[in-house]
């Protein structure tokens, strides 16, 4: 129970970060919405006791008037402040969006690339959208918890009168009147309520325990979804007739998602007829009680309905409060998975020193026995890595895959950090720069860049704001200087159709060519070029690379390339293998070595091109 109240408070504290007013308003409209309902009963109540004493016509109309204008203002309030809420929860739903999203961004690139985290925040997503949990759940039941209460509150006082003891009235009615007929009456309500919340508890338990077991159907629905809606994968789909495979998993995840929905029709069916029993049993019980209570003169005919329409009311209240009660506790599994995600901690140093601005870009780099093994992981990336790059100089990363290299230039960004050795900027060890002003120390193209369904130039400059002119003269440098020309807007047209018509598709290589700009319009000190020209043909790599090293200027490059021509032009070769350095030299010095690694892999891509086609 701790705990959960624990759970409770963050969220209740998460709601007031994301929107403010979402709970007061959500108070207010729980008040109004709550005593509408007894307006009805109490107002009956007197009118029909009006009409069968006094008959007083101007007070039936006062009565019958007090009654429509309570119930249009209580209509109207409850009416606005519901809209107002929905608004304010939709508000509070996209403002949660946002606060994962800048999570993500904000926290370790360990953890983004950790699938655990991935699980994680799909678990969330899939538990608010899916299944009804997670904090817009909590507004809801909180909603119910309090109206529920109001209900509660507002009843008992409306059916407290009926219990008194009257002993002005004769013997053969009197036990009807007596406290233990009052008591056997409750002892019943409160037996039956009992066992019938009861009821709805297994019946709500085993709804969120279903609903937990279709989080995985729910994950394939939405891979199968994107795998059918994605253009890209049309041709892979067809070329290879997979459409037999889609249909058959499809088929599976579908019978599955079915079986669940009918393990929960079922108990719907089977706790539904249970309730509905209860309910009926209830309903009767109190219609008996009060009828008992008006044949011995206790009570009006008018406060009939006001007592069971209160009673009947008490029963809902109390089903509300329960309901809500177990809906919070089942809701706090999806509170603690929002809660575990945004509790993700940076576990990197992120340092004070900051990184000094120089003209002359005189940065030194040193690798001094770093070693290193990603999470959770027991082999060694990268073992006893030493090796310093000069001011100026163009160091060419080789080697077979998974040899290391990516992990290596990693380490460099602080993307990770080693388990074992440091890296050094200028003689200091890098954990101690300012976090954010060493990263600008780089201009990086990964393999695995991304572009953005955004404008040319915004991908270009990685940012809203850019400077046209500049933006141009860095794409025709990169080598798009034709395809800028076809593009009616230039640098403003939008890339891809995902929100323009108007939009271009653009080639692997065209793509390559822009994550090239981007790294030339940053203009850091360091540039480092991640095999980002794979889906270039040799002769185009080789001619990009040779362009590319005639821009960078003075600056301090790293390269890493599987084709080893289009990194000759190199001061320095490092050849990776199995995690270790296991070459450094020029291109000439290396290829002298028959024994080594770097004439291995030269040789063997040596065999199909010649020396004048490079």
């Not at 009654?67 to 209580?74: F, R, S, Y």
């Not at 409160?190 to 077991?213: A, G, H, W």
Request: aromatic share 12%.
């Amino acid at each position: 129970m701790k705990k959960d109240i624990q759970i409770l408070k963050f969220g209740l504290k998460e709601i007031h970060i994301l929107q403010p007013w979402v709970i007061p308003v959500t108070i207010i409209n729980s008040f109004f919405k709550s005593i509408m309902p007894f307006i009805n009963i109490y107002m009956s109540s007197k009118i029909i006791d009006e009409l069968l004493r006094t008959k007083d016509v101007d007070r039936l109309i006062f009565l019958v008037g007090i009654t429509i204008g309570l119930n249009l203002i209580i209509h109207l309030l409850s009416t606005g402040f519901g809209h107002l809420k929905g608004l304010l929860a939709r508000i509070m739903w996209q403002n949660q969006d946002m606060r994962i999203n800048e999570k993500i961004i904000s926290m370790d690139y360990q953890h983004v690339e950790n699938p655990e985290t991935h699980i994680l925040r799909t678990k969330i997503t899939e538990g608010e959208s899916m299944n009804g949990g997670g904090v817009y759940a909590l507004v809801n039941y909180f909603d119910e918890l309090i109206t529920g209460l109001v209900t509660l509150f507002t009843s008992i006082i409306l059916i407290m009168e009926i219990f008194k003891v009257n002993s002005n009235v004769g013997e053969s009615i009197g036990f009807i009147n007596s406290t233990i007929f009052n008591m056997i009456f409750i002892a019943i309500l409160v037996i039956c309520t009992i066992y019938n919340l009861k009821l709805k508890e297994n019946s709500q338990n085993k709804f969120f325990n279903s609903f937990n077991r279709m989080i995985s159907y729910n994950r394939m629905f939405f891979f199968y979804y994107d795998q059918i809606s994605d253009y890209n994968s049309g041709k892979s789909v067809r070329l290879y007739h997979q459409q037999p495979l889609l249909n058959k998993k499809s088929e599976n995840m579908c019978n599955g998602f079915h079986q669940i929905l009918n393990e929960i029709i079922s108990d719907n069916i089977k706790y539904g007829a249970a309730n509905g029993f209860i309910s009926s049993l209830l309903s009767g019980l109190v219609y008996i009680f009060v009828g008992l209570k008006a044949m011995s003169g206790s009570i009006t005919i008018g406060n009939i309905v006001k007592y069971t329409g209160s009673i009947n009311q008490f029963m809902a209240g109390s089903g509300m409060v329960l309901m809500a009660i177990v809906g919070l506790k089942a809701n706090n599994q999806y509170l603690q998975l929002y809660m575990d995600f945004l509790n993700i901690e940076g576990e990197k140093y992120k340092g004070t020193l900051p990184v000094e601005k120089r003209d002359d870009d005189e940065y030194e780099i040193e690798f001094r026995n770093v070693s290193f093994k990603y999470p959770k992981t027991n082999n060694y990336v990268l073992k006893n890595i030493s090796m310093k790059l000069n001011i100026g100089e163009r160091l060419a990363i080789v080697g077979m895959n998974g040899s290391g290299k990516t992990t290596f230039i990693k380490l460099l960004c602080r993307l990770y950090d080693p388990d074992e050795g440091e890296i050094l900027l200028n003689g200091i060890d890098i954990k101690k720069y300012d976090y954010d002003e060493y990263l600008n120390l780089f201009s990086i193209v990964f393999q695995d860049f991304k572009l953005f369904s955004f404008s040319l130039g915004q991908n270009v400059a990685a940012s809203v704001d850019y400077n046209i002119s500049k933006v141009e003269d860095i794409l025709i440098k990169a080598g798009l200087k034709e395809r800028l020309a076809t593009l009616s807007k230039g640098v403003e047209t939008p890339l891809y159709k995902d929100f323009d018509e108007d939009g271009v598709e653009i080639s692997g290589g065209e793509a390559q060519k822009i994550a090239l700009a981007r790294a030339l319009y940053r203009n850091a000190p360091i540039i480092i070029l991640d095999e980002p020209t794979s889906a270039l043909d040799p002769i185009a790599e080789f001619e990009i690379y040779s362009k590319f090293n005639e821009l960078v200027g003075t600056k301090t490059a790293f390269y890493i390339s599987h084709r080893l021509s289009s990194c000759r032009f190199c001061d320095e070769i490092a050849v990776f293998h199995e995690g270790r350095i296991v070459q450094k030299g020029n291109h000439e010095s290396l290829l002298k070595d028959i024994d080594g690694k770097y004439y291995e892999l030269w040789n063997s891509q040596a065999q199909y091109y010649n020396e004048e086609a490079m």
